[in-house]
């Protein structure tokens, strides 16, 4: 990115795909894996049974979802579901004219649908939800009564101080129940949450309340992570100082979780503990349209700002309902773990919205793999005798460095669904949490989808389909997977086939727009490829159908399942004074998947030094937030151009991960700059 607006496009989206499919796109979880793909060797199946019924049964289910989505979607809306008026429409619009919608005239209500429904079936002492707390010992279960209680005072809080029915209410809050039961509050009175991740920064925060217009804040005092404190408040503060927030925030809500002593504005800042307890256990839930926004999620995209991914009620909760129900195998009495953060889309589908509406009991896990030691996960597996349990490839990878031994010391047995979820996982890690966490018995479960599918879109399901390491194997319910030429943008039909991934059919979970920003909606997921979604990824698809995603083919890092569009680093980075110009790429990393990777120009006379690359992270730090923090920062005196003033990113992600083929460099406009980089990332 130059230090000049009008090239700031220049990175469209197009270009991001003008690739020639694999070798070029990024392959990360081959820098690590210890041995081939097992495309011809599949694994067990597990301990689930019943396969070839399931089977078939799939395959009868699926072929009607993808026949005609429209009546299977419906049926399972109406069965699945419970309305104030059940809908006469199922889909309608499509994927071409961007106008999709399901079950328009149908109205609902989403917490409802979570909690009431199960009290008034019976349910009601069942637990909904197990808080295990940063300290092992800090354990808390709520029963569906007892969220009905919370959640409704947190709804007649918001009524009461001003939230109504559309507003915008933004969420930042660690990990304990408090930010699922604000979530359901805000879907109780028709209020649309805008929940931001607890790890970004104050100036990513103040975007996200520019940008959605957000009058309420939910936040804490403070976070426990790792026996840390995380000061949330007083990032809520800076981000509200600034202008673009300040304008805007009429009343933030604080809930107290490390009881510290925090700043506290008159008229703007209230303590919700304080004002609940005044509050009726009782709130009548708001009759919602299906296609009434439920929340929006800010995601990075290939350029610009962050887009803010809308789901919209009906159809996002069927969907959430139908693959958690599918994609675990859950039954009625499993306790089931997904130790993903609700600040990102896995926390809100996963641990909120699909067990609640299956009336399952979720884990909500406030704490890190590591603490207090290395066997957390396995710990508190054991302690709740936890089922099904969901992470990402990046946390088994980091716990595979300590061994067997860990692991070992508890009892896994209780484990029959291990999902993974945000990069392909490479086979020495999936090997590991196959034999070492499930024993050789639990299944492992390859799941793929984006914050804008809203739900999973490609998995091996439990029970039916044969896993294989590395491989999410194909669409799920509803979901027909199609690989395009990303040229041509033809499909490619058959096996041993490459290109990019697309979905040929509307489902009810796939966002509905960007806010305020349709047409960014559909340039970027609608357009490239008429009548598909396009998915930003690659593919192939192996000589047994299977399919294998090969990375983002835009300019979108995957680092640590984090998803850090290279377009706010670089410019984050040339905000800095000493910063001309700066291009950021991904390239292979053992634990993240992929690490960050940033080539800086600097201002004429200034050379790179230790305090330079401090300053250039903190930038990062201060603008996104310390997950994107670079793990590189190389020095560039030029960067490598093709004759059109194109980087090219593909020898940028070569250099930063050693790799000395660095193919074809006759087409740059000054070849020489190659030798430098080479030199300096060794720096
Ligand atoms: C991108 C979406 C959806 C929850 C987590 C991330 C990558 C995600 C897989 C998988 C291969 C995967 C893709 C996708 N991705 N899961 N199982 N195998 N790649 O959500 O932040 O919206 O990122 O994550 O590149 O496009 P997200």
Known sequence: ?????????????????????SPTVSLPILAHSSKPFRADNPRRLGNLGLLSTKKTAFESDYASSIDNPSDYWFNLAKEKLDWYTQPTKSLTGGLATADVKWFEDGKLNACYNCIDRHIENGRGGKTAIIFEGDEPSDVTKYSYTEVLARVSKIANMMKSNGVKKGDVVTIYMPMTPDIIFSMLACARIGAVHSVVFAGFSEDAIADRIAASGSKFVFTSDGGLRGGRTIKLKQTVDNAIAKDRAKVLVEKVFVFKRTNEDVNFVDGRD??????????????????????????????????????GILHTTGGYLLYAQHTTATSFDLQPDDIYACVADAGWITGHTYICYGPLLNGATSTVFESTPLYPDEGRYWDMIQRHKINIFYTAPTAIRSLMRFGDEPPKKYDLSSLRVLGSVGEPINPAAWDWYNDVIGGGKATVVDTYWQTETGGHVALNLPGVHEPKAGSCRGGTYGIDLAILDPKSGEVIEGNDVEGVLAISKPWPGMARTCLGDHERYKTTYLQPYPGFYFAGDGARRDSSGYIWVTGRVDDVINSSGHRIGTAELESSLVSHPLVAQAAVVGYPHDIKGEGVACYCTLTKGTAMTDDLRKDLKQAVRSSIGPFATPDMIIEAPALPMTRSGKIMRRILRKIAGGDTELGDTSTLADPTCVGVLVENAKA
């Open 270 to 307: 209230l303590w919700a503990d304080d004002l609940l307890s005044s509050q009726s256990t009782e709130c009548p839930a708001e009759v919602m349209g299906a296609e009434d926004p439920l929340f929006i999620l800010y995601t990075s995209g290939s350029t610009g700002q962050p887009k």
């Open 1 to 21: 990115m130059l230090k000049c607006a009008a090239l700031l496009t220049a990175t469209c989206l197009v270009e991001g795909f003008a690739f020639t499919p």
